[in-house]
Nanobody, 115 residues
Framework: VQLVESGGGLVRPGGSLRLSCAASGFTFSSYAMSWYRQAPGSERELVASISSAGGSTNYANSVKGRFTISRDNTKNTVYLQMNSLKPEDTAVYYC?????????WGKGTLVTVSS
């Protein structure tokens, strides 16, 4: 199983970014996917999740209405569209899935929101 995130960077408050997570090594369309984030000095927290077929999503209260999780099962990729970014969204963002009682994480991509 391999999860590779991309799309992070430096953005000003109010700006947007789209993160991507390319998955391989498993039947992508059979598993739910999630995005987590970890800010400096803080614990890792769940940002958003999406069901295997994409019909069900859920979000942390702190990002509801600003972030959108989606997936393309033909490309084995999950996305996180982030709008109206705030300095408190600064963190390393991780792609995550759970297969056969094993947790799989990507290496993360850094998002910095600063003027």
């Amino acid at each position: 199983v391999q999860l590779v995130e991309s799309g992070g960077g430096l953005v000003r408050p109010g700006g947007s970014l789209r993160l991507s997570c390319a998955a391989s090594g498993f039947t992508f369309s059979s598993y739910a996917m999630s995005w987590y984030r970890q800010a400096p000095g803080s614990e890792r927290e769940l940002v958003a999740s999406i069901s295997s077929a994409g019909g069900s999503t859920n979000y942390a209260n702190s990002v509801k209405g600003r972030f959108t999780i989606s997936r393309d099962n033909t490309k084995n990729t999950v996305y996180l569209q982030m709008n109206s970014l705030k300095p408190e969204d600064t963190a390393v963002y991780y792609c995550y899935t759970w297969i056969g009682r094993v947790n799989y994480w990507g290496k993360g991509t850094l998002v910095t929101v600063s003027s």
